[in-house]
């Protein structure tokens, strides 16, 4: 399955997202490969911390920050079981290629007003590549949630009106994931069974049920 983590607004986590959906898919025994698509480089630069922090290689990353991704991924997709592409911060021909390169593109999204008003290009992007790929699915991932807001709580009910899913495996707003970042780390190394972890793993579960 290749997943596409697109949104083009910065800073919803989009990074974090695909490099623990990566690490829990590897360490779930599925061979897996990250396309860094950003031109910012930043799942790269997570990958370069994790060596110089002398950690253990999980998975492959590469950059294509190319408008040609479609046409490279699939050959990649071939000898892994998942790809995934994190995807650039902005709407271009690049996120286009993203998009077509992907079977599911998931849509990072933080719980404020702001980030879901500036759902709406992206999402049209998915409806427009859909007429061209009728098996492409795309949902809506809650992403920095602060649980006991008024807004991370009804996130969900206001991103109903885009008409696609969201999934249940929501990604809280915790240092854990902040503290991870800095050496290229993963929560599930800084805390095997705490709750930032399980919130990984059910993501990856809804990940790989959604992408059925």
């Not at 294509?64 to 990649?76: D, G, K, S």
């Not at 992907?102 to 879901?116: E, G, K, R, T």
């Not at 991932?141 to 929501?170: K, M, W, Y």
Request: proline content about 5%.
């Amino acid at each position: 399955m290749i997943i596409a983590f697109l949104n083009q607004k910065g800073g919803v986590g989009k990074t974090t997202l695909a490099m623990h959906l990566a690490a829990e898919l590897s360490c779930s025994r599925y061979q897996v490969m990250v396309i860094d698509a950003d031109p910012q480089g930043s799942a790269l630069d997570w990958s370069q911390a994790r060596q110089r922090a002398g950690l253990p290689r999980l998975f492959g990353v590469v950059g294509i920050p190319r408008e040609t991704l479609h046409q490279e991924v699939p050959a990649i997709a071939r000898i892994v079981d998942h790809v995934v592409i994190d995807g650039p911060p902005r709407v271009t021909a690049l996120a286009r290629s993203a998009i077509l390169a992907a079977d599911v593109v998931l849509i990072p999204v933080q719980p404020s007003p702001y980030d879901v008003w500036a759902c709406t290009e992206i999402v049209s992007l998915v409806r427009e590549a859909m007429i061209y790929k009728p098996t492409l699915r795309a949902a809506f991932v809650i992403s920095r949630r602060v649980g006991r807001t008024i807004i991370g709580r009804e996130v969900a009910s206001a991103l109903e009106q885009f008409d696609l899913p969201v999934l249940n495996g929501a990604i809280s707003q915790r240092i854990a994931f902040a503290e991870s970042a800095i050496n290229g780390q993963l929560v599930r190394e800084l805390n095997r069974v705490g709750a930032a972890q399980a919130e990984v793993a059910t993501l990856m579960f809804d990940v790989l049920r959604f992408g059925r």
